[in-house]
């Protein structure tokens, strides 16, 4: 069955970085997009960042963009967020899945894993 885990979730200070992972098993990954998402308390989920299959192509939420960057290893199944200069406002449950396209609005394939907890404070 599908199975997404997340890990590399911490408690880092305002302007701290952070690398994600996403380990993917159970479905074609090196064939998927793939996107991370995130969930504040109290709010809905947000799309954060998406990739193509291959060559490179990306898409970022704008609040994002310069800061973090998405990256995949296919050899691995693996999927990677670097996140940099953290903000308060990235605070978080971090999740991946595989999504349709790049495109922002693109629906999430699998059901979700259990996530990995970014906290940013000081």
């Known amino acids: 069955q599908v199975q997404l885990v997340e890990s590399g979730g911490a408690l880092v200070q305002p302007g701290g970085s952070l690398r994600l992972s996403c380990t993917a098993s159970?479905?074609?990954?090196?064939?998927?997009?793939m996107a991370w998402y995130r969930q504040a308390p109290g709010k809905e989920r947000e799309w954060v960042a998406s990739?193509?299959?291959?060559?490179?192509?990306?898409n970022y939420l704008d609040s994002v963009k310069d800061r973090f960057t998405i990256a995949r290893d296919n050899a691995q199944n693996t999927l990677y967020l670097q996140m940099n200069d953290l903000k308060s406002a990235d605070t978080a449950k971090y999740y991946c899945?595989?999504?349709?396209?790049?495109?922002?609005?693109?629906?999430?394939?699998?059901?979700w894993g259990q996530g990995t907890q970014v906290t940013v404070s000081s």
């Open positions: 990739i193509t299959p291959i060559r490179g192509g990306f």
């Open positions: 159970g479905f074609d990954f090196s064939s998927s997009f």
């Open positions: 899945n595989s999504v349709w396209s790049l495109n922002a609005r693109a629906t999430a394939v699998w059901s």
